[in-house]
Structures are given as C-alpha cells and as structure tokens.
Nanobody, 121 residues
Framework: VQLQASGGGSVQAGGSLRLSCAVS????????MGWFRQAPGKEREFVAS????????FYASFVKGRFTISRDDAKNTVSLQMNNLEPDDTAVYYC???????????????WGQGTQVTVSS
C-alpha cells in the first residue's frame, strides 16, 4: 500500500488548505484512514480519522471544528479540509491507512511521506 499526500503549502493565519491523500495498492473501502502531524521538535500527533462508514469520525481536541476529514472510496482518496488555520498548525501532515476501525492512536498500518503546512501570523 502506498499513500501520497499533497495539498500542503504556506498560508496566513485564518486561511484554508485542503490536503489530499491518494492510496494505491489496495482499495480503502472498509478500511479506516487517518491524518497525523508532526511539528519541529515535537512528537507526531493525531489530527483526525474516519472509519469505513464516513459517519464515524474522530478529531483531536485542538481541531475545534476547524478541520473536516472526508473520504472518496471510488477515487481511493481521503481529504482533510482545514479552515481558520493558526500558526500552531504548522507541521508536516501525514495520512495513514488502517486495516481496522478508526482510532485516535498511531496504530496505523501504512503511512504516507507527509506534506508541509506552514501558517504565518
């Protein structure tokens, strides 16, 4: 399974970005997907996850309704819409695939290479 994240960039505080993750090698249908991030000098942390039923979604507390995770099984992709970005959101964002239910831990089976998000004040 290969995951390719894209959509990162540099924005000012209050701006928006939409990250996408294209999965190849196996269909993501019936599998959970997640987004994580790692800021410089910090450990990787959970951002959001979505179950094989799109209605099952989990978010980190710092998201505060600003981010929305979604999936398109027909295209084998998962996305993260990020609005009202803050400088503390600056990090490398990773998508991940899990052969199981959606969880908030890093217990995912496959990881993408990451995409940089930089938010300036």
């Amino acid at each position: 399974v290969q995951l390719q994240a894209s959509g990162g960039g540099s924005v000012q505080a209050g701006g928006s970005l939409r990250l996408s993750c294209a999965v190849s090698g196996r269909p993501i249908r019936n599998h959970a997907m997640g987004w994580f991030r790692q800021a410089p000098g910090k450990e990787r942390e959970f951002v959001a996850s979505i179950g094989w039923t799109a209605g099952v979604q989990f978010y980190a507390s710092f998201v505060k309704g600003r981010f929305t995770i979604s999936r398109d099984d027909a295209k084998n992709t998962v996305s993260l819409q990020m609005n009202n970005l803050e400088p503390d959101d600056t990090a490398v964002y990773y998508c991940a695939h899990r052969d199981g239910v959606a969880v908030k831990t890093n217990a995912y089976d496959d990881w993408g290479q990451g995409t940089q998000v930089t938010v300036s004040s």
